[in-house]
């Protein structure tokens, strides 16, 4: 079975970072179809940062600066390092695999004014 699954978030003051991580399993794991998103309540899943086929990375502008993502294919693992984090940073964040479409079960970040 595909498995992602998450880990890293928690509450953090602003300013401060975090580091999420997910692990993938179950499949063939391909590092650059990997992506985060998050969802903030009341609002729909937005891409924050992704691994391109071409081996580049995309950001959301909100986020430019701010975040990196990275992995380890060997290990499976693609990373979120979140550095400067502001309030409206805060929302559930999800790894994502599309060349499986699958999701996992998010990871809750809060950051404190």
């Known amino acids: 079975q595909v498995q992602l699954v998450e880990s890293g978030g928690g509450l953090v003051q602003a300013g401060g970072s975090l580091r999420l991580s997910c692990a993938a399993s179950?499949?063939?794991?391909?590092?650059?179809?990997m992506g985060w998103y998050r969802q903030a309540p009341g609002k729909q899943r937005e891409l924050v940062a992704r691994?391109?086929?071409?081996?580049?990375?995309n950001y959301a502008d909100s986020v430019k600066g701010r975040f990196t993502i990275s992995g380890d294919n060997a290990k499976n693992t693609v990373y979120l390092q979140m550095n400067s984090l502001k309030p409206e940073d805060t929302a559930v964040y999800y790894c994502?695999?599309?060349?499986?479409?699958?999701w996992g079960q998010g990871t809750q970040v809060t950051v404190s004014s």
């Open positions: 994502y695999d599309r060349d499986r479409d699958y």
């Open positions: 179950g499949s063939i794991f391909r590092l650059y179809a």
């Open positions: 691994i391109t086929n071409r081996g580049s990375t």
